[in-house]
DNA sequence: TGATGAAAATGAATATGATTCGTTTATGAA
DNA sequence: TTCATAAACGAATCATATTCATTTTCATCA
């Protein structure tokens, strides 16, 4: 019965469950948020989920709410991978923004609860594509090696990102979102830079949504 | 006691009573809500404040979701309001973007809930005051009368603008804020163009921060 | 003026779901 | 093998959104 042989450190097993548990805990919880929203995800159903019970998850987050943020940031963090790999093979980042654009309007348009907010979306986007959308995010990579930022850290730039598109999706669906779906749209933009096996050649073989012209400064 | 002569239409007094009681609970709910965000807000202390019964808010919103809506619609249309003295006042609808920032960043690093999260606030918000500061809204207005966009109603512009603000806002606090603080945020943007009573000759006294130069073409 | 019924208000009761906590189980060291 | 500690557990607690049966308000009209 003894395996210390296996183990080299004392805490072996248990930090590897730990740590299982923890990455266990976040997808079902992401799974479930992204799905139906922060406040529709009960806690049993994403413990049941993560095969663990019911006050477990209170060993691994304080609050609901903190591993609403641990959802987040993990799709942050993997939003931020995903348009690395875009920007890394597109040459214009503005089509990398135009990309993330028509995914959210294309989700809206297509889900039911969506819909009822979206009567003026077609107008409202054309109106961003042509005033955020061609400046906002124009020449991001420029920028950065230019050294117009500051701030070295990049996960920084992909939140600047990802984050004016959020705002900018709230403005296509008039700000009626339902209150809680900031992990939704994070996760449904996602889309944006394909999904996770794509290489990036097929990235590049992706048709993007046409930018309209910028207009001249 | 007839009093029919002062009510020229059947419903009047019933339709006023109506009205009050939904005004009401709106600036109850907005003045609840913005202070401690929309989660921690209970319907009861909203009815309470309101001075009607707990049941009562259901004859006016569906849900509390459905009143959070309302809030933040009422809050936008004021937004609006104000956004529009300042553009009437200011030149540069630049100055008006740059005011709404930095008013986001004073309320974060003053704020004590929102210590822990602005270490890096100061180095962010340069960035980005320098790139979506001086492109995202410069010659808004100009925009408009070009006709750039299709849309008339100057509603969409005033969401649009702020729902930019709100995006760049979640940048500069690292996307970490509290998940139901849209309500917050929005309630306090408004400081951004002074408070009500405010003439627009004090409007134009308030001292801008410094924008940065706009990175060259 | 008082009676009448529909609309609105009410708040106690219900339902849901986040969180706690006393108990049980697993783990690593001795 | 035994022990001490840490983690897991899920039933019980608690907070609060929502419902609903009852009461109150009020415009109408005899």
Chains 1, 2 share one sequence.
């Not at 890394?88 to 297509?110: N, S």
């Not at 991001?140 to 500051?150: D, E, H, I």
């Not at 050649?201 to 207009?215: F, I, Q, S, V």
């Amino acid at each position: 019965m003894i395996e210390s042989e296996d183990n080299p450190k004392p805490e072996g097993r248990v930090a590897r469950r730990q740590r299982r548990n923890r990455t266990a805990l976040i997808t079902a919880a992401r799974d479930i948020m992204a799905e139906k929203g922060v406040d529709a995800a009960t806690m049993l159903e994403i413990a049941e989920h993560a095969d663990v019970g019911a006050g477990t998850v209170y060993n691994y987050f304080k609050s609901k709410d903190e591993l609403a943020i641990a959802v987040l940031e993990s799709l942050m963090h993997e939003l931020g991978r995903r348009i690395e790999m875009v920007t890394d093979t597109f040459d214009d980042p503005a089509q990398v923004y135009a990309f993330g654009i028509r995914t959210v309007l294309d989700t809206a348009t297509t889900d039911p609860r969506w819909e009822q907010m979206l009567h003026r979306a077609e107008v409202i986007a054309d109106a961003m594509y042509r005033t955020i959308g061609p400046f906002a995010i124009r020449d991001l990579k420029n920028a950065v090696s230019a050294g117009r930022f500051r701030e070295s850290d990049p996960a920084m730039i992909w939140r600047l990102t990802a984050h004016t598109i959020i705002g900018a999706s709230l403005a296509v669906t008039g700000g009626e979102l339902p209150s809680d779906s900031k992990v939704q749209i994070v996760a449904r933009l996602l889309c944006m830079a394909g999904s996770d096996g794509e290489s990036a050649e097929e990235l590049a073989a992706r048709p993007l949504p046409e930018l309209p012209p910028a207009p001249s400064e």
